[in-house]
Nanobody, 120 residues
């Protein structure tokens, strides 16, 4: 069994920064792609950023330039640093990981989400 747990969300003033963490645990053979999504109630979940196992990154337009995704493969951990936060960044942020539980089996896993509230 595999678990993803996010942390680091909270209430922050506009212009501030947050660093979100995502820790994977359990029967993990290897973690491949990791990604951060966010969702506002009533709207679809949207991609914020993603990173391959080799560290290649990709950002969505709304967060590019204000966020940095990173990971530590040895620690099964990923992070999302968000700077210059805006009120419209208020959402629940989710971690997603493509995890091999064996050499030939890969599944998508989601964390429970961590809420971010930006006050203006």
């Amino acid at each position: 069994q595999v678990h993803l747990v996010e942390s680091g969300g909270g209430l922050v003033q506009a212009g501030g920064s947050l660093r979100l963490s995502c820790v994977a645990s359990g029967d993990i053979y290897q973690i491949n792609n990791m990604a951060w999504y966010r969702q506002v109630p009533g709207k679809e979940r949207e991609l914020v950023a993603k990173i391959t196992r080799d560290g290649i990154t990709n950002y969505s337009g709304s967060m590019e330039g204000r966020s940095t995704i990173s990971r530590d493969n040895a620690k099964n951990t990923g992070w999302l640093q968000i700077n210059s936060l805006k009120a419209e960044d208020t959402a629940i942020y989710y971690c997603k990981a493509d995890i091999q539980v064996s050499r030939n089996s890969e599944y998508n896993y989601w964390g429970q989400g961590t809420p971010v509230t930006v006050s203006s």
